[in-house]
Nanobody, 127 residues
Framework: QVQLVESGGGLVQAGGSLRLSCAAS????????MGWFRQAPGKEREFVAA????????YYPDSVKGRFTISRDNARNTVYLQMNSLKPEDTAVYYC????????????????????WGQGTQVTVSS
């Protein structure tokens, strides 16, 4: 069992940056593959970034590639999402998610693969 708590959301102007954090409870964080997802009002949940439990593999959709960076600090039980060059279309509630991974380099882009979710943090990008 793991509990996830996101922080770092807020209001930023277009072109600005934010760094989201997701703090996880539990002693086995280093065995969890992690992901970030977002959901805007009236839209479906969207995959944003994923990282393997080793931290060695990451994946991004084209919509955020080159602007967002996912990273993790297993010693601090925390995963981060650095968001640069933000656009109004990035406005959404951002969620982190976790799932036990069998292999150190495995990551998941499908939200249905994840067992644990945080409560979300709001990111608003003004134009």
């Amino acid at each position: 069992q793991v509990q996830l708590v996101e922080s770092g959301g807020g209001l930023v102007q277009a072109g600005g940056s934010l760094r989201l954090s997701c703090a996880a409870s539990g002693r086995t964080f280093s065995t969890y593959a992690m992901g970030w997802f977002r959901q805007a009002p009236g839209k479906e949940r969207e995959f944003v970034a994923a990282i393997s439990f080793s931290g060695g593999n990451t994946y991004y959709p084209d919509s955020v590639k080159g602007r967002f960076t996912i990273s993790r600090d297993n010693a601090r039980n925390t995963v981060y999402l650095q968001m640069n060059s933000l656009k109004p279309e990035d406005t959404a509630v951002y969620y982190c998610a976790a799932v036990v991974a069998s292999y150190s380099n495995t990551y998941y882009t499908d939200g249905y693969k994840y067992n644990y979710w945080g409560q979300g943090t709001q990111v608003t990008v003004s134009s």
